[in-house]
């Protein structure tokens, strides 16, 4: 633990550099009001820090920036959540307010929320297909050979897969078969249910066997990623081969959601740098995971530079996250 002087030299010094990117000098940090000592004094604390790696000082001649180790104990004992700025909140409000409709087009514009909210990069995973359970099922007739099924998912996703008939099945013989798989699946993790059992009506038993076919390929969807703000990225590292690497890293998908899931394993709603290393070591992570009713199926996160503004970034997360979960919850 810092003593209260050095923890507010080390909060002014991150502070600073997250908000100009410039290393930080002592002239700079004796202005700040909480610390009423002289500059000598702030030389030497500073000189401190640095030799208990909380500091750097990149050229002999310059300011100092943070090391990991400084940005984490700043993350963990003096930023702390702020509150959303109020026209943040707003604009959280309005979203959600106004968007509904299937499940994939949400998720996919509170990544794009996400990453207006912080100017990072960010990504929302859907619900894990294992812990969702079916809200209703539909089998209909389109056309003389074709029937639609279509199953409504607890958290919102509507899985819709065309099925084959004959011409010769009655509309009252795929109303009932709809009628069966409905009352058989509601309220069961789609994974999971077994086949309805046979009837003994060779007609009833060959449509559902039919949906119950596609029902495999519902289940076998990929992971839902959704990912925005690739270009704010780009923007927050000023070497061509710091943007490169990191722009490859976001490309491969499943390092991105390996990155936010080993977080939360780890019981760390942020990561930081040399935490994860990697080509993402000059990155931050700031991940949440989100509920539908009180279980937690899926993660939202942002993805900036060490240099990103923590405080912020924590609140946009908070935030978003809870309000997905309430939505997809119905509440």
Same mark, same amino acid.
């Given at each position: 633990m810092l003593d209260e002087r050095k923890s507010a030299i080390l909060k002014a010094v991150v502070t600073e550099y997250i908000e100009t990117a410039q290393p930080v000098g002592s002239a700079h940090v004796v202005r700040d009001a909480a610390i009423d000592v002289s500059p000598a004094t702030v030389r $030497?604390? *500073?000189a401190t820090l640095e030799r208990e790696g909380y500091l750097n000082h990149p050229h002999t001649s310059a300011g100092r920036i943070p090391t990991d180790k400084g940005y984490r104990y700043f993350v963990d004992k003096l930023c702390g959540i702020e509150p959303l700025r109020a026209t943040d909140q707003q604009t959280v409000q309005e979203f959600f307010s106004t968007t509904h409709g299937e499940l994939e087009k949400m998720l996919r514009e509170t990544a794009t929320l996400l990453s207006m909210l912080t100017n990072y990069a960010a990504?929302?995973?859907?619900?894990?297909r294992e812990v969702v359970t079916? +809200?209703? /099922? %539909?089998?209909? +007739? %389109? $056309?003389?050979?074709t029937g639609l099924l279509v199953?409504?998912?607890s958290n919102a996703a509507v899985d819709k897969r065309i099925v084959e008939i004959s011409e010769d099945d009655a509309d009252e /013989?795929? $109303?009932r078969v709809g009628e069966r798989l409905n009352a058989h699946l509601t309220g069961k993790v789609l994974t999971e249910a077994e086949p309805p059992p046979l009837t003994h009506d060779q007609a009833h038993d060959r449509l559902t066997a039919a949906c119950w076919a596609v029902r495999s390929d519902m289940i076998r969807r990929d992971e839902q990623v959704y990912f925005d703000g $690739?270009?704010? *990225? /780009?923007? /927050?590292?000023?070497?061509?081969?710091?943007? +490169?690497?990191?722009?490859? *890293? %976001?490309?491969?998908?499943?390092v991105v959601v390996d990155l936010l899931q080993d977080a939360l394993a780890h019981e760390r709603n942020v990561s930081i740098g040399g935490e994860h290393g990697g080509a993402l070591s000059q990155c931050s992570i700031v991940v949440a995971p989100y509920e539908i009713d009180?279980?937690?199926?899926g993660t939202v996160g942002v993805l900036g530079p060490t240099r990103m503004n923590y405080p912020q970034a924590l609140a946009a997360v908070a935030v978003v996250s809870g309000r997905l979960g309430r939505e997809l919850s119905g509440i």
């Open positions: $030497a604390d *500073m990504v929302v995973i859907g619900p894990d079916v +809200r209703s /099922a %539909l089998f209909v +007739r %389109l $056309a003389p050979r199953v409504v998912h /013989a795929v $109303a $690739a270009s704010n *990225m /780009a923007r /927050a590292f000023d070497a061509v081969d710091t943007v +490169r690497s990191v722009l490859t *890293m %976001l490309e491969k998908t499943y009180n279980s937690v199926v």
